[in-house]
């Protein structure tokens, strides 16, 4: 069994900022790329940021220079640090992790419960 567990939404004001978590635990074997996903209220789900195993990174171009994604490897845990927030960032955040379980032979993807970030005045 996996578990993702995210933390850090909330309610933000324009310009500000917010850093967003997201914890793996159980029978994990091996994790490849971790993402943040973002999905407002009648959009689809889309890629925010993504980091693979080497710590290459890529970003949606419209959070580019605002946002930050990293991970800590020993602590099975990505982060966003999100900056300069914009009232189109308003979303539910949900992260991703590509990772193989302790009993399986291949790599699965997992997700978080989601948090909602607000930014409004």
């Known amino acids: 069994q996996v578990q993702l567990v995210e933390s850090g939404g909330g309610l933000v004001q324009p310009g500000g900022s917010l850093r967003l978590s997201c914890a793996a635990s159980?029978?994990?074997?091996?994790?490849?790329?971790m993402g943040w996903y973002r999905q407002a209220p009648g959009k689809q789900r889309d890629l925010v940021a993504r980091i693979t195993k080497g710590g290459s990174t890529n970003y949606a171009d419209s959070v580019k220079g605002r946002f930050t994604i990293s991970r800590d490897n020993a602590k099975n845990t990505v982060y966003l640090q999100m900056n300069s927030l914009k009232p189109e960032d308003t979303a539910v955040y949900y992260c991703?992790?590509?990772?193989?379980?302790?009993?399986?032979?291949?790599?699965?993807?997992?997700w978080g419960q989601g948090t909602q970030v607000t930014v409004s005045s």
């Open positions: 159980g029978s994990i074997f091996s994790i490849n790329a």
């Open positions: 991703n992790f590509n990772l193989r379980h302790t009993y399986s032979r291949s790599p699965y993807d997992y």
